[in-house]
């Protein structure tokens, strides 16, 4: 097993140990001293010598080295899918999926970098030739959330990597684990200072944002990207912060919508950003997809077929929403209540302001509200401040595309919710943050356009 790196006397004397648990039975599993300013230094400085020779690599040559990267993620799976059960108690099964994509990604963001980017190439000026070449930025940090560990630095590392930068990766101080073999095996594969692991807390992070870094990379809260943005300064800043996805169910809604949504409701304990979290009916339909959904939520389990919350922080957050909704209905699905276990929940019959409608809850609850007509109902969907995923059910096409259209979101879905691949470009809009993950178009949140004009 990986375990976070040790710091030097200087930074331990700084900062208290982080105490690592297992969210499946509460135990402390370990514990790390977080990176303080003498570490994110040598971190950066690191990251910044092994970017030159990494953009110096032709992209076959760089494809080359990512692949021996996911052979090496595909080598390891059953190590990274014990690490990332341990700190994040999901189930094995989901670990290994996450883990089979997260060496996806690696090489098609590797393959997608040889195709390139179309550069413009012609005579715009009478007498000149011009092109665009797509250059790297330099030095990416990225700091990645708790609910996906490797995953989501795979969606942060994989294209900036294709793309010739070299990146410092801050994990969530619960679960530093999965990363830290990641730079391992990249170290192997890639070379040195190319991908650099800084294990930490909220503070290493703002010390890496005020680091030396080119660009930020950011995975998180809204509060957070916000404060991130304002340190930033004149360095780009990719943001992907949350959702609040609504699901707009229509009376034709085909058969398989209530388990299907009591399947991505519960998938990671409902943490995860794109999850199905507002389902919106009409007057008409409302009391079916109560009863449909109570009882697709009885067949998903909390501690048979999700697990737990990831810290007690978060499960103080859910606990705090749920006990402040004002829903007249609060219907709890059997599983395990115990530490960091919540069961599956449906909360009906709420205000429009009720703060589980307005807040990300971030865990397996999904609040129902009703709408007389479509339009009411699209205009519920659009109603809070966040805009990163959407989905429609209904059998209409019709009907399904023209929502789609109107529905304020960087991703949507019709009759199916959180079906992604690595083709599909992923990002949010308004209070969800802006910049693109996953697909082709990932590779220019790491690139800056340079262009060449030669008279001739």
Known sequence: MAHPPATSAASAASAAPIVLIDPRTGRTRGSLAPA????????????????RPWAAHTPRERERRLDALADLIEEHR?????????????????????????????????????AGTAPA???YLTGHESWVR??????????????????????????????????????????????????????????????????????????????????????????????????????????????????????????????????ACTYNAGQSCAAPARVITLD?????????????????????????????????????????????????APGRTDGLWRPA????????????????????????????TVEEALALANAVPQALAASVWTRDLGTALDLTARLDAGETWVNCHLAQTAELPHGGRGASGHGTDLSALALQEYQRPKTVTVRL
């Open 36 to 51: 303080r300013a003498d570490r994110v230094a040598e971190a950066v400085g690191t990251a910044r010598a092994g970017s």
């Open 78 to 114: 059953a190590e990274y899918a014990a690490l990332e059960c341990a700190g994040t108690g999901k189930p094995e099964a989901e670990a290994v999926n996450e883990i089979g994509a997260v060496a996806d990604l690696f090489r098609f963001h590797a393959g997608a970098a040889r």
């Open 121 to 123: 190439a012609g005579r």
């Open 134 to 263: 797509w250059e790297p930025i330099g030095v990416v940090g990225a700091i990645v959330p708790w609910n996906y560990p490797l995953l989501m630095a795979a969606w942060r590392c994989a294209p900036a990597l294709a793309a010739g930068n070299a990146v410092v990766v801050k994990p969530a101080e619960t679960t530093p684990d999965s990363a830290v073999l990641l730079a391992e095996h990249a170290a192997r594969a890639l070379g040195d200072g190319v991908l650099t692991v800084l294990p930490g807390d909220r503070e290493t992070g703002r010390l890496l944002v005020a680091s030396g870094v080119d660009m930020i990379a950011f995975t998180g809260s809204a509060a957070a990207g916000a404060d991130i943005a304002a340190r930033a300064g004149h360095r780009r800043v990719s943001l992907e912060l949350g959702g609040n996805s609504p699901v707009l169910v229509l009376p034709d809604a085909p058969g398989h919508t209530w388990s299907a949504l009591a399947e």
């Open 284 to 332: 008409e339909n409302h009391e079916q997809a109560v009863a449909a959904l109570t009882a697709a939520f009885a067949e998903r389990q909390a501690g048979r077929d999700f697990g737990p919350l990831n810290n007690p922080d978060q499960a103080a957050r859910y606990d705090r929403l749920v006990a402040a909704s004002g829903a007249k209905r609060s219907i709890a």
């Open 345 to 372: 929940r449906l909360l009906a019959d709420l205000p429009e302001d009720d703060p589980a409608v307005l807040e990300e809850v971030f865990g397996p609850l999904l609040t129902v509200q009703r709408a007389a």
